[in-house]
């Protein structure tokens, strides 16, 4: 069975940095792509990133592209994001998700921005 | 950056009636889309891929279509499994941007 488990999250003030890390199990974590994806309290999702199989490439959102790096450990099978100087607008759920066409997600770790 | 634009933003659906859902892109994604649904409280759940592909386990009133900028996706018979909310998702070209997503209940 697939499994995506998020953890990291919880409630930060603004301008601290967070790392979230997304464990992967039940297939080969080393074969894909993974991404990280947020979902705001209004339900608005936004793709924040992508990481190629090795490790050796990354996309991001233009605008997250400064604060978020997006990295990851195979023999650990561990998706990692870390956000620096967040904002109150960062407030949302974030989701890992990986496989064809985002086919597998956890289920979410919920970070909270404020003071 | 490429925009979804989706609609509606809410549907109110009776049990066994055919509805759908659109998604317009400002620009042409060659199909690379797809539809998620996100039952309440838990994560989003892939039901169709490249525009009109089925994903493995879901439901045959499932369907999408389109091509271009416009595209839909189609539940075909209403049941009460099906309320949630609905993305649709852009991957043709980076960033990846998703539709505001519509959110689903019986009538």
């Known amino acids: 069975e697939v499994q995506l488990v998020e953890s990291g999250g919880g409630l930060v003030q603004p301008g601290a940095s967070l790392k979230l890390s997304c464990v992967a199990s039940?297939?080969?974590?080393?074969?894909?792509?993974m991404s990280w994806v947020r979902q705001t309290p209004g339900k608005t999702m936004e793709w924040i990133g992508d990481?190629?199989?090795?490790?050796?490439?990354?996309n991001y959102a233009p605008s997250l592209k400064n604060r978020f790096t997006i990295s990851r450990d195979n023999a650990k099978s561990t998706l990692y994001l870390q956000m620096s100087n967040v904002r109150s607008e960062d407030t949302a759920t974030y989701y890992c998700?990986?496989?064809?066409?985002?086919?597998?997600w956890g289920q979410g770790t919920l970070v909270t921005v404020s003071s | 950056d490429i925009q979804m634009t989706q609609s509606p933003a809410s549907l109110s659906a009776s049990l066994g009636e055919t509805i759908s859902i659109e998604c317009r892109a400002s620009?042409?994604?060659?199909?690379?889309l797809a539809w998620y649904q996100q039952k309440s409280g838990k994560s989003p759940q892939l039901l169709i891929y490249?525009?009109?592909r089925l994903q493995d386990g879901v439901p045959s009133r499932f369907s999408g279509s389109g091509s271009g900028t416009q595209y839909s996706l189609k539940i075909s018979g209403m049941q009460p499994e099906d309320e949630g909310d609905y993305f649709c998702?852009?991957?043709?070209?980076?960033?990846?941007?998703f539709g505001s997503g519509t959110k689903l209940e019986i009538k």
């Open positions: 998700s990986g496989y064809n066409w985002f086919a597998y």
């Open positions: 039940g297939f080969t974590f080393s074969d894909y792509w």
């Open positions: 990481i190629k199989y090795d490790g050796s490439y990354t």
């Open positions: 620009e042409d994604i060659y199909s690379n």
């Open positions: 490249a525009a009109n």
């Open positions: 998702l852009q991957g043709s070209k980076f960033p990846l941007t």
